[in-house]
Every structure is written in C-alpha cells, then in structure tokens.
C-alpha cells in the first residue's frame, strides 16, 4: 500500500464547476509534487512545494491552484478547466527537494474527467 | 532536445531474454538518476535508483555514463511479471538551490511465454 494518500480516485467534473483533490503523507517528507499524466505519456511536474512553500510552477495555467496547508497536506483546487484537463493527477512527496533530491513516493492518483 | 530521452518501445521479448534500456539526458549537472517502473493504470513506483559505480539488483543492473550523459537498466531472464512501462527519471537542476525530478517518456517492455 502506498503511504501516501489521494483522494478522491475518481472525479468528473463540468467546465464550471469547483472541486479539489487531496493528498496527505505521513513520512516526514519535506517535499510535494504534483504531476499531471495523460494516457500512453510520462507524468509532467506540475508543482513543487518546498517546506510548505511553493519553490516550482511549471507555468501552469491559474485553473489549477495549489496550496500547501500544512508539510503533511497538498491540495490542488481546480475552477473551470477544460476537456482536455482530463489526465491522471498524481501526488508524490520526497524526503527534501533540492539538488540531490531523493525517491519519489507516489500516491495512487486521482483520475480526472471534464465534460 | 528533450531533458530526458528515451526509446519508447514497445520491446516485445521471450521469457528468460536480456533485455536493455538506455536513456539520455541533457543537464550535465544533473546529480540523481533513477527507473521507475509503472504498471498499466498504477502510480509509478521506485524500481531502482543509479549510482556512479553502477548498482546491481537480483536480476537488474543499472549503470550511469556521466561522461555520455546516459543511463542504462539491464534486466536479465525476463519474466511475464517483468511486462510494464520502465521510467528513466533525472533530476534536473533549476535556479538556485532548486531540482526538479523529470520523467523520460518510458519504455514499454512486453515479455512472451
């Protein structure tokens, strides 16, 4: 089982609408990721949150907007986003970020449909 | 260029074959190198991380070329349970003090009875 924990696993959602996915670790890890993959591609950073601050954008549109409450919790609230929106969202914490940055430990995603 | 390449397959093999896969990269200043492996419609899990001297795993071996600015995963006797998407991950180095872990596109490994 993974420690690290997503929810929800399934979401559909229209254009207009207002949702958010969670994630939470209990490791200690200092670093959370959020990675966007679509069928048959590798994943693609997102985010990167730093000792609860955000240290990497990957320019990503304002339709999705992370916020790091606590070093155990990452939310991304997502507002009126688009079809092809529609990816497999995966979480991921390390013990640090920085140059020398360890393993990865991923959540098991939250799989996202827009309408 | 791509920051990290890969060939995407699919390789279809034999059980018991050898098989290899190679990635390149392009930040030479990249410091951490690992395969992934992700089974279809699952998160990718750590198969093995790379280090310099080359590290070797039951039947897994991974081996880090700083100089061609490659890696490679080796797998010998290749099992059914063996078949899925094997990630190279890099990371890369961002401003100041910063790295961010970025995937190759994968290659997909199909082992036959």
């Known amino acids: 089982d993974t420690e690290v924990t997503q929810t929800p696993k399934h979401l559909v959602m229209g254009m207009t609408n207002k949702k958010s996915l969670k994630c939470e670790q209990h490791?200690?890890?200092?670093?959370m990721y959020w990675y966007k993959q679509k069928a048959k591609k590798p994943p693609e950073l997102m985010f990167v949150y730093s000792y609860e601050k955000l240290s990497i954008n990957e320019s990503v549109p304002s339709r999705f907007s992370p916020e790091c409450p606590n070093s155990s919790l990452l939310n991304l609230h997502l507002h009126a986003l688009q079809p092809e929106d529609s990816a497999l969202y995966l979480c991921?914490?390390?013990?640090?970020?920085?140059?020398?940055?360890?393993?990865?430990?991923f959540g098991e995603g939250s799989r996202l449909t827009v309408l | 260029r791509k920051e990290v390449e890969q060939d995407p397959g699919p390789f279809n093999v034999p059980e018991g074959a050898t098989v290899a896969f190679n990635c390149t990269y392009s930040?030479?200043?990249?410091?951490?190198f690992f395969w992934y492996r992700q089974d279809c419609r699952k998160e990718p899990k750590l198969l093995m991380s790379v280090y310099s001297s080359g590290n070797e795993d039951g039947r897994f071996t991974a081996q880090l070329n700083r100089a061609s600015q490659y890696i490679s995963l080796l797998i010998r006797d290749s099992k059914l349970s063996d078949s899925a998407t094997y990630l190279c991950v890099v990371n890369i180095k961002g401003s100041s003090n910063t790295g961010k872990l970025i995937f190759g596109q994968g290659t997909t490994l199909q082992v036959k009875p």
């Open positions: 490791m200690g890890h200092r670093a």
């Open positions: 991921a914490s390390s013990q640090f970020s920085g140059q020398a940055t360890g393993e990865l430990f």
């Open positions: 930040n030479s200043a990249s410091q951490s």
